[in-house]
Every structure is written in structure tokens, then in C-alpha cells.
């Protein structure tokens, strides 16, 4: 049997999970709520945040999986990419326990876990397998080729998806993070009621700064144009009074051309691989749009899709567990000298 505790701890959530031969018995998230007045999340709060919640949050994964300590095989714990100082809490918490319990020690890159955290359900993709990982730092589309390969395809030349979400609901005042909110108006409003333009970025790379500064512009007009002209700068009264009269139109229009952008890419990588099992992952994928939206292609061309449970898609220890047993049974340890690292190459 083989029996994992796994940490992520690479941003704003402290979680921890344990799995048993692939199967994860429990998966306990904290949320930091202190960057919320902050409009985004503040690096030395979330290292303070992580040590206050690790030792609670590891004993109560424990405790809802019903295991001991001394029944676990390895210790797995985000290495890279996130805040270093985040980062840092996970990395100590997990050699500590490693060299207390005398067991193997496995370092995981939060992005290949985000895509394998496809791997927890019953229902599995086959390999090879291409995912779509949207989450608040990045984009990519990237191929699977087993559990312990992967190469990514495609990638944002700027801005992130999630990062789209939350600076389009900064410009319209809405609090940190962003993405969730505008969901919800979305659902209320018209996608075809403002037409923000596509970028025309080479290959399956993606950007989404261009998106970004129609919008101020959008919104600095008034909705009359999309184009920075100063003669038609609005008021910021103009401006807070349109927001809040077309609020779910303007987060169904944004909402509706961020999909767009994704699913086009991920429709020329399934044309150009010929590979039609295909996931999400990532924070992003949480968006009933983008669900929705990826389903209906997935029937139009014959995919099989997946998409994990939604605690399964924001950042989570689940998909760390799930990732540390693939490379447990890859033999694939790390020493007590590994580092931690903002920046990870694959
Ligand atoms: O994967 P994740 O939890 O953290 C990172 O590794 O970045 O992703 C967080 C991102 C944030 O940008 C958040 O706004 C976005 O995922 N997000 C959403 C939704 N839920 C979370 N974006 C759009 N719609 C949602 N329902
Ligand atoms: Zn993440």
C-alpha cells in the first residue's frame, strides 16, 4: 500500500492531502482571507498565513483520511513554480517530516500537477492526452504523454487567463479575486452585447494584454468606443454609472471572448496532434462558462472530455498527492538538499 501526504503551499492556500494507491481520502484547503482588502495577494501575508495554518491543516488531512503518521510511505510537497516565501513554509514542513519519519521525500511542480489532477477521478483520460491548464499565473496547453512526461505546446506571451478575470473585474471595481465574480454576473448577462477583439497570436501561444486595454478603454469611453480617443473620455461618474447599469453584459462579453481565445488554441492543438481526449485544469476551469463552452466543442468534435471537481481545479493538495504517487511508483525522489524555486522550467 502505498500511503502520501501531500502539501501545496504555493500561493494563497494552505492544503494539505493524503492519498492511498491513488485514491485521495482527504484534501483540506485554507484560504487566506487577508488579501482580500489588499486587491491581490501579498507575498510576506501569505508566508505568515501558511505558518499559522500548516501544522492544523496536515493534522486534520490526517485525521478526516483516518491515518497515522507512521503509516505513510512519502511526503510530497509543492516545489515550484509560486511565492518563494510560500513556498519556502511547504518545502521545511514537508524535509521535517521526511527526516523525522524516516521517509522518501518527492517534490512536485505545481503545473504538471494541475494537469494530473485529471488522474483523481474514476473515470481517467488515456494517454496520450492534451490539457488546457488555466489557472491565475498561467496558461498553456500542454501534452501528456504518461504521468511523468510532459511537454508544453503553447503558452501565454503575457498575461494569464486568471489574470484577465481578475484585472477585468479590478477595472470594474469588484474585489480580489476577480474570476469568481464575474462568473456570476455572467450568467445574468448577454455575451453578444459588446464585441471585444481577438488577438492574432502565432502557433498555440496566447495573449491577453491586448484584452486587457480595450477594456480600460471600453470602460473609459463609457462603452462608446473601444478605441483610447480623449475627446471621449467619460466622467468617472459616466464611467461608474455605465459599469453599474450593463455590469452582467460587460462580464459576459469579456467572459465569452477569454473562452474564446482558449478554445480556439485548443482546437488547432487537437487538429494539429490528432489527439482527442482532452482536459481542463487549472483555477480557471472553474468558470461554468468556460465548462460549458469546452463541453459543447468537445461534442462537435468528438473529444472526450474531462474536467476535475471543482475543488480539484483551484490550487489544492489533492492534485499534489495525486502527482507524488505517480512519481513514487516512477521512483522518481527527491534529496533533503532540494530548494524550492519561484521559476520552474519542466
Ligand atoms: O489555479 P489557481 O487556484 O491558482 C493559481 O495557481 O494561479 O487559479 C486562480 C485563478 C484566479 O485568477 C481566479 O480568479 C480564477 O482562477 N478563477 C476563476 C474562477 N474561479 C477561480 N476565473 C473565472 N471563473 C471562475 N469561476
Ligand atoms: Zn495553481
Redesign the pocket.
Known sequence: MITILAIES??D?TSASVCRDGVILSNVIATQAVHEQYGGVVPELASRAHMQNIVPVVDEALKKAGIEKTELSAVAFTQAPGLIGSLLVGAQFAKSLSLALDIPLIAVH?MQA?VLANLIPEEKPSFPFLCLT?????TQIVLCESATQMKVLGETIDD?A??A??KTAKLLGLPY????L??KYAQLGNPDRFKFPEPQIPELNFSFSGLKTSILYFLRNAGTSLVYKEEFLASEEQQRQFIAENLNDICASVQQRIISILLNKLKKASQQTGIKQICLA???S???G?RKAFTEMGEKYHWKTFIPSFEY???NAGMIAITGYHKFLANDFASLSVQPSARAEW
Open positions: 504555493s500561493c492556500e505545481h494541475h488555466v489557472s491565475g499565473g498561467h494569464a486568471g489574470e478575470f481578475d479575486p476577480g474570476g469568481p464575474i462568473d487549472g483555477g480557471v472553474a468558470n461554468s468556460l481545479c483551484t490550487d
